[in-house]
């Protein structure tokens, strides 16, 4: 589980891209916002300056036996 700066909450690793070889410390590090925000905020951090509002993350309609089907 990663921390998700923008939607301030815990969230799946897998959801997250891996950050710039630049920037990474180590092979695995991932970005400080999950996909679906990076996507919002264009990578930016400061949130106060963003012309929309932060946007709730949408719930996984996805289910175990919809994979399965």
């Known amino acids: 589980m990663v921390w998700?700066?923008?939607?301030e909450q815990w969230e799946w690793i897998a959801d997250f891209y891996l950050e710039s070889e630049a920037k990474a410390k180590y092979p695995t590090d991932v970005r400080n916002m999950c996909i679906a925000a990076w996507d919002i905020a264009k990578g930016k951090t400061d949130?106060?300056?963003?012309?929309?509002?932060?946007?709730?993350?949408?719930?996984?309609?996805?289910?175990?036996?919809?994979?399965?089907?």
Do not use: N, Q, V
Request: aromatic share 14%.
């Open 47 to 69: 949130f106060t300056k963003m012309s929309t509002p932060r946007l709730p993350k949408e719930k996984s309609t996805a289910s175990l036996m919809a994979f399965f089907i």
């Open 4 to 7: 998700c700066d923008y939607h």
